[in-house]
């Protein structure tokens, strides 16, 4: 079986990540990744990010530029489902952080709307340009926001 081609260069996160700690010993580093892994490494990190709540409160944040110490989304704690104006707030949130957090993309758009029949979770979209390397593509990632429960971001593959 031939080895995949080569798409972009592995993230420092994904340098950095052990995925054998028990092994006794240390493989050769991960360097380069093919397309599949390289987006499922991006949807991991993406997840990451939209399940990392801020330790900081929205309006505080709204007074100051982010730094690494305001990693992640505002507290959904203030949201309420059925209210237009907090989706607003939401897009806005998300759009914010990946564009400080997550440099590979680029042109970034998120649109949130009701989920039909529940009390407590969003449908969202998030449209992205993925640059890095020699690679310029459009990516899309259907998100669901609970707000009772955190957000989870599910990987549309194309493949």
């Not at 996160?13 to 052990?18: A, C, E, K, N, V």
């Not at 949807?43 to 990693?71: F, G, K, M």
């Not at 429960?149 to 493949?159: A, L, P, R, W, Y």
Request: with cysteine; aromatic share 10%.
């Amino acid at each position: 079986m031939p080895f995949p081609s080569a798409y972009a260069t592995a993230s420092l996160l994904d340098r950095l990540i052990d995925l054998k700690p028990r092994s006794d010993y240390e493989p050769i580093p991960l360097r380069v990744q093919t397309r599949k892994a390289f987006h499922a490494s991006l949807h991991r990190d993406l997840e990451w990010l939209l399940n990392t709540r801020c330790p900081v409160s929205e309006t505080e944040l709204a007074q100051r530029e982010r730094s690494v110490i305001d990693y992640g989304r505002v507290d959904f704690g203030t949201f309420y489902i059925n209210n237009p104006d907090d989706y607003g707030r939401l897009k806005q949130n998300f759009e914010e952080i990946i564009t400080y957090y997550e440099p590979r993309l680029t042109e970034i758009c998120v649109t949130i709307t009701p989920k039909p029949h529940s009390h407590s979770q969003l449908l969202g979209l998030l449209e992205a340009r993925l640059i890095v390397d020699d690679v310029d593509e459009q990516v899309s990632f259907p998100i669901v926001i609970d707000i009772k429960h955190g957000c989870g971001v599910k990987f549309i593959s194309d493949e």
